[in-house]
């Protein structure tokens, strides 16, 4: 079965520092798409980065970038130059092709950051 | 385009009792999922629709569930004989045909009494 799993249940970061959350997940299919999700206090679910996984290259999005080791199904974020507005929980998550050729998501059980002033 | 939308966004109900949420994808969004989210863990998949096909259903989602999405637009999820361990945040996202990115609305928080 396809799992994600986040080993980190809560993280802080100083302001204007950098901060890197890990994310591992397990699965045999070969093309596939992972994704971090940031879910600030009692405000809707966003993207924050995705990877497809037939691409080398790493994801990055202005301050936002991962590490993505497909070997090691490994899938970490890094937030650079940390921002209060960051504190949130993060999310990753993976996505899989079902039996019947449709797609579901599948997440980890996150990781609370929070940015310190 | 106004984003994912879903209402109520708070419903208190008592042990036993029924109801019903529902989601309003972005218009141009043909699949369609929910999801249960409680407290400290992340989103779990309880279904998904393409247009207004159910395609995929959870094993948590037991037979009190049901959802529906009739014409393929908007999309409702029931539940039957509530009971204390249905509480949690109940989620629906929507992603466009060939896209791979989902979409959130903000949530329908449910408290049984």
């Known amino acids: 079965a396809q799992t994600v799993t986040q080993s980190q249940p809560e993280m802080s970061v100083q302001e204007a520092e950098t901060v890197t959350l890990s994310c591992t997940y397990d699965t045999s299919e070969n093309n596939y798409y992972l994704f971090w999700y940031k879910q600030p206090p009692s405000r809707q679910m966003i993207l924050v980065i995705r990877q497809e996984a037939y691409k080398q290259q790493n994801a990055t999005e202005n301050r936002f970038s991962v590490n993505f080791q497909k070997a090691a199904k490994s899938f970490s974020l890094k937030i650079s130059d940390s921002q209060l507005g960051d504190t949130a929980m993060y999310f990753c998550a993976f996505r899989t092709e079902t039996t019947s050729g449709t797609y579901k998501y599948i997440f980890g059980t996150g990781t609370r950051l929070k940015v310190l002033a | 385009d106004t984003g994912v939308s879903q209402d109520p966004r708070h419903k208190i109900t008592k042990r036993g009792q029924n109801v019903t949420f529902r989601c309003d994808p972005i218009?141009?969004?043909?699949?369609l999922y929910w999801y249960r989210q409680t407290l400290g863990q992340g989103p779990e998949f309880l279904t998904y629709f393409q247009n207004e096909a159910q395609l995929e259903k959870s094993r948590l989602l037991s037979d009190r569930f049901s959802a529906e999405r009739p014409k393929g637009s908007f999309s409702t999820l029931e539940i039957q004989r509530t009971e204390q361990g249905d509480s949690a945040m109940y989620l629906c996202?929507?992603?466009?045909?060939?896209?791979?990115?989902?979409?959130f609305g903000p949530g329908t928080r449910l408290t049984v009494l």
């Open positions: 218009s141009e969004h043909n699949r």
């Open positions: 996202a929507s992603t466009a045909f060939g896209r791979h990115t989902q979409y």
